[in-house]
């Protein structure tokens, strides 16, 4: 079984400041990692995914994020925020290679971008 | 064209109503998921269902059933709804075979019990 802990809840920021979003899980077996972003009122959309290979994962809308298994975390990182990245981050984790595919969630980070 | 598609977008009913929301995905995906998002935003995985199999979270009541007509649909049948089932739920689905277990999820329904 694994888990996923979301460090922070709400993470408050000002625009064009840089930002990180922490994640780290917990499991016995290698791993699949994403992050998700729900927008208001919207449903989950991916972000971004860490499946092999390099280890530093460039999404959509500028986002990226570090795989670092020494430390089992899988942060996730804008140099620059907008106001439209104001939404709930959620970070989950798969098993890899034909494991569990039921993904585990943490319980988000609702980033929070202001003027 | 939406890829993963829920009716209703909102539900409003009385205590001790049965009720259905609808999920269809276009995607040619084999499997798909029901998720129920809690007013804190805490995501929890209710159902898994393929061709093979129907994953239960054990945690969840036996009043919430599945039903899946075809591989493109599944929905989730609640009967005797309490007021803690209000909440917003979310229909998702993947390929097992493809994306490597990446999400795809509908636009949500918001039930509110009375």
């Known amino acids: 079984a694994q888990s996923v802990t979301q460090l922070d809840s709400q993470v408050p920021v000002f625009e064009e400041a840089p930002v990180e979003l922490r994640c780290n899980y917990s499991?016995?077996?290698?791993?699949?990692l994403f992050w998700y972003v729900q927008y208001p009122n919207q449903g989950l959309q991916l972000l971004l995914k860490?499946?092999?290979?390099?280890?530093l994962v460039k999404g959509i809308n500028g986002f990226e994020a570090e795989f670092n298994k020494s430390q089992t975390s899988f942060h996730l990182r804008k140099p620059s925020v907008h106001i439209s990245d104001t939404a709930e981050y959620f970070c989950?984790?798969?098993?890899?290679?034909?494991?569990?595919?039921?993904?585990?969630f943490g319980r988000g980070t609702s980033l929070i971008v202001h003027p | 064209d939406t890829a993963v598609s829920q009716t209703p977008k909102y539900l409003v009913t009385q205590m001790g109503n049965d009720k259905s929301i609808k999920c269809e995905q276009n995607?040619?995906?084999?499997?798909m998921y029901w998720y129920k998002q809690d007013s804190k935003k805490f995501l929890k995985i209710m159902f898994s269902y393929n061709n093979k199999e129907l994953i239960i979270n054990e945690t969840v009541p036996n009043r919430f059933s599945p039903k899946s007509p075809d591989k493109a649909h599944l929905n989730l049948h609640i009967n005797s709804l309490e007021l803690g089932d209000s909440a917003v739920y979310f229909c998702?689905?993947?390929?097992?075979?493809?994306?490597?277990?990446?999400?795809?999820f509908g636009p949500g329904t918001r039930l509110t019990v009375l």
């Open positions: 995607l040619g995906h084999d499997t």
């Open positions: 998702a689905s993947s390929s097992l075979a493809g994306d490597t277990d990446t999400q795809y």
């Open positions: 860490y499946l092999s290979g390099s280890t």
């Open positions: 499991s016995s077996v290698s791993v699949y």
């Open positions: 989950a984790v798969t098993e890899a290679s034909g494991g569990s595919y039921i993904p585990t």
